[in-house]
């Protein structure tokens, strides 16, 4: 137990008060860093939010040019460049902040008055985010992420989903959905989860991550394994596996009798590594056999969580799947309740308050379909508004100026573009080109759709249509109402119509549908 001389008075309220956990200190560059968890506010703070004390001392014995270097320097060491890093300061930061990096790693300074208010606070945690939104953009502090992964703090719903993976601790998932979707973020939240409820001895790794879009053959893919599981015997385990199939499962269980446990592999991506091994490979055999095999009480050696977007979204729906040895978990939209935390919670943390919360909170569901990355995207976008004109209040208003906006259209279409296959964009550029503008009914059935491809000459087989409607539904693009599909997002038929060719887009995409989908 660390006496409160060991860290900054600010930082002992945190930990002695509050109990929020945290590790440290760890001498850096002759500073104590510490690293602590603040994931519950909710905020872009994470498990592992980077502290650093600056002494008296410090500040005495270096000009602030100087000393700014040096904490600059303890972020590279630390690796927190990209970071959001509290420095508690035992004294005043005037003198640093003309020499604070221009972006990144953002610099909080928590000063000697600041900790004095957190400590004498009957809610500490008020005064310290105080000090936090003084000095960083509430667009910046919110845990809204566009462009990575998330977990931790960062992380909503999909409780169902991570519960299901949790407690059954004898299967392997496939899961699937379409980009963005939150396929990478869900791996990776279940991978820290289960870091946590399992812990490991230090040389023991028993949760491996492996992004397999970079693995471009079978023997890649089994390097990256023993570089990741067992490293000092590389070399020696890759001879093995060159030798004979029965050699690639016994790999599996040298991880299993290694690290002490059934070792959990998240594959993401598998289905581009597939792609690139073709049909041919042994591969899927190994990992069934390995996922089956179990030790005499009954618990499995391995496990495989695997992602995939598109190639085998709907094999594990027959009995032709190469994943029959993985149950399958397929990710659509977010439930409203979700949405509702993953909205509310936040904006309430940044003291903003939110007039009409079940009309906003509605609203933001409909028109994102539920889907995370365009939930994140409308409050990221909101955030930087109430920023800009310094307000605490959001209004239902305030929501066109993202739904009217050409940044979040042209995010729409895009996603339009690049996630959807060309059967499935020839049914909804049909249904927007079409003369007396169909797409603005209210519902539509398959009927309407088969029509209207006929009329271009376009016969689909079989249930190619339904999977149409069900990759259409499940990308935010339909929503289906009994048997009958509207339009999930109001204003995607009416941008695509004022800004792009669609009777161009129609036949370009009809000129893509493999021939195999058609009768001819």
Not at 61 to 84: C, T
Not at 182 to 200: H, I, N, Q, W, Y
Request: include cysteine; glycine fraction near 6%.
């Amino acid at each position: 137990m660390l006496r409160n001389s060991d860290y900054p008075s600010a930082l002992g309220v945190l930990i002695e008060r509050l109990n929020f956990h945290y590790s440290g200190p760890v001498m850096t560059g002759g500073f104590q860093t510490f690293e602590v968890d603040l994931s519950e506010w909710s905020l872009s703070l994470t498990h592992a939010t980077p502290c650093i004390w600056v002494k008296e001392a410090d500040l005495s014995g270096q000009s602030p040019a100087q000393l700014v270097l040096s904490l600059r320097d303890v972020a590279r060491e630390r690796k927190w460049q990209h970071a959001i890093i509290l420095v508690f300061l035992d004294g005043e930061a005037a003198a640093l902040r003309p020499y604070l990096p221009p972006v990144t790693p953002k610099f909080v300074f928590i000063e000697r008055e600041d900790q004095r208010s957190i400590a004498q606070a009957d809610s500490p945690s008020r005064p310290m985010l105080d000090a936090l939104m003084r000095q960083v953009p509430r667009a910046q502090l919110a845990p809204y992420e566009r462009s990575r992964p998330v977990f931790g703090s960062r992380f909503f719903g999909r409780d169902s989903e991570i519960n299901r993976i949790m407690n059954h601790s004898d299967r392997s998932y496939a899961v699937t959905g379409l980009r963005r979707i939150g396929k990478t973020s869900l791996l990776r939240e279940v991978m820290r989860r289960l870091e946590e409820a399992d812990p490991v001895e230090k040389n023991q790794t028993r949760r491996f991550y492996l992004d397999c879009s970079v693995i471009d053959s079978e023997e890649e893919f089994y390097r990256a394994l023993a570089g990741g599981l067992d490293p000092l015997h590389q070399k020696e385990l890759m001879r093995e596996v060159g030798r004979a199939t029965r050699y690639r499962k016994l790999m599996f269980d040298r991880f299993y009798s290694l690290h002490g446990g059934t070792i959990v592999i998240f594959l993401d991506e598998i289905d581009r590594l597939r792609k690139y091994i073709g049909d041919q490979s042994n591969l899927m055999d190994v990992m069934r056999s390995a996922s089956s095999d179990e030790t005499a009480a009954g618990h499995p050696k391995v496990r495989f969580i695997l992602a995939g977007f598109r190639l085998d979204m709907n094999a594990n729906n027959n009995g032709d799947s190469p994943w029959d040895f993985a149950e399958p978990m397929q990710l659509g939209g977010l439930m409203r309740n979700d949405v509702t935390k993953m909205i509310v919670a936040p904006l309430g943390e940044l003291r903003i308050s939110i007039e009409n919360q079940a009309g906003v909170v509605r609203r933001i569901h409909r028109e994102t379909a539920g889907l995370p990355h365009n939930i994140q995207l409308y409050c990221q976008a909101l955030l930087e508004l109430l920023d800009s004109e310094q307000r605490d209040i959001l209004t239902e208003d305030d929501l066109n100026y993202v739904y009217e906006s050409e940044t979040f259209q042209d995010f729409i279409l895009e996603s339009f573009r690049q996630e959807m296959m060309p059967e499935e964009k020839a049914v909804v550029y049909a249904l927007i080109a079409e003369p007396g503008d169909p797409a603005g009914q209210q519902l539509y059935t398959q009927r309407n759709m088969d029509d209207l491809l006929r009329k271009r000459g376009i016969l689909l087989k079989g249930d190619v249509l339904d999977k149409c409607c069900r990759n259409l539904t499940v990308g935010g693009i339909f929503r289906r109402v009994g048997n009958n599909y509207e339009f999930a997002v109001p204003i995607f038929q009416q941008t695509l119509r004022d800004t792009r060719d669609v009777e161009l887009l129609l036949e370009k995409s009809i000129g893509e549908i493999d021939i195999n989908l058609m009768i001819v």
